[in-house]
């Protein structure tokens, strides 16, 4: 018991003295969390709002497989890209196996589904009534759609605060496409897992107060976003 | 001149005609009631008007030119119009924002409508809105807002859809105030489509009464004083429509047959027909008299019902008859039920409809 207590000590130490490896390994996660978060969403929400605006067939299976891959499971999407960028797969010769590169290939692919899911729901939360309301005020049809993104951007941005929520915990796809190559591809889940493994918790709970705290933030955003 | 001319305008849902064969011509500067009732067509109709929705066929003229095909031609006839909806509809955002978006998607500059629109939001008794979070607003204050939006990038055509339908009398008469100098004081063209006759009547220099199809256009004062139809005379609430058999007696009188009594008409319409007689044009007295009208019916009556000042009878003279009388001749006259009387009216108040 006192092992952990000292341990958690020593953790709020690492944090308070602002340790260079906590801080260079926060960094590297924001970094690659958010670069794919924001690739995802620049994919996402106008492929979202493509099925939403548009009348085809096939449509409503195409929402529920978007709806199954919500709970794909990471190391899938790990092992995925995997074969894509290993030496011997169709990208091999980008040479992206083992770098930050990759991770944010596998996150943007892992958080795609859940940015684009919730971006139909948040503008299937629109009135129809707004798309009528807007045409007939003299909007062009793209302009209406316009009007209803912005009716929705609350949502919207709920969307793909939940997505960089599912790409900052996870820990499938960085440490498969990553390697945790210290001091190059090393993020806060995928050094957590190996410091616990070798017994070296301070820093694994001084990460894991970060994550929580991440984690704290994002919720505290989402709520004030789904307020509005 | 003409603002809109409609043709032979159809429209099918799944194969089932939701309009039917609509011609309308609407004057620059008039109000056209569009009365029906629920499930009509009316909100089907406006919405092709406003090119939001396509016809199944004919043809829409709008200030001389046909409707194009191209969109972006559309779109700048859709911008000469505006619409408020029955239901009270908002933008997130304030009055302000909500009276702009008109202006912001046409790419005007809003600070040169400023005086406009404190016009526009006092006129509608809204002043000093601007900055209220439009979705806090009453439904009665939505709508005036609605119209105001609608009104503020001064639209060749209004299009109302059944703006007071969800709201309190209050909410109501102030919207059609505002109505009144719109066709009045602004001469501003406009098309109400309301299942509310009274508001129709009052608001509008023509009326269309519409079931689908148009079943009568005319001067509210026509359609309300002689219907052309059964559904018209229905819808209006006209009474006493009698079915007969109608064949011409002299150079201008015809002679109804409804199989148990004989009514005189000037209307020179023979064959099946209906006939109306409205309440108020129909006289009683105690013992038979001399009148210029041709039509005299002994009968009885069979059930008064009162309804405040006017009390309506209800006569049977071989057909029963619907009877407006004031509670003061009601009361000289001494009437209870059984009484005895004698029915008149003129041949000139029989209206005659096609069967």
Redesign the interface.
Known sequence: MNEIINAFFEAIHLLVTLDPEVIEITLRTLYISITSTVIAAVIAVPVGGYIHFRKFRGKRTIINIIQTLYSMPTVLVGLLVFLLISSQGPLGSLELLFTPGGMIIGQTILVLPIITGFTILALSGV?D??R??????????F?AIQ?IM??AKYALLGAIILGFGRAISEVGVAMMIGGNIRGYTRVITTTMSLETSKGNVELSIALGIILLMIALIINLVLNYVQEK | MNLLEIQNLSKKYDGKNVLQDINLYLKKGTTLGLIGPTGCGKTTLLRIIDLIEKPSSGKITFNSREIPKNKKDQLDIRRKMGMVYQKPIVFKGTVYDNICYGLKIRGKNEDSYQDKIKDLLESLGLGGYEKRDASTLSGGETQRMALARALVTDPDLLLLDEPTANLDPQSTEKIENFMKKLRDERKTTVILATHNLIQGQHLSDEIAILNKKIFQIGKPEEVFRKPKSRFVAEFVGVRNVKKGISRRVEDSLTLIDTGTINVYSSSMMEGDVYMSIRPEDITISRSKVQTSALNEFNGEIKEIKDSGGILDLRIDVGEVFSVYITRKSFTDMQLTIGSRVWLEFKASAVNVFKV
């Open positions: 009135k009534e707004i009528d309301l807007s045409l007939s005020l003299g909007a062009s049809e302009q009007t912005s009716e």
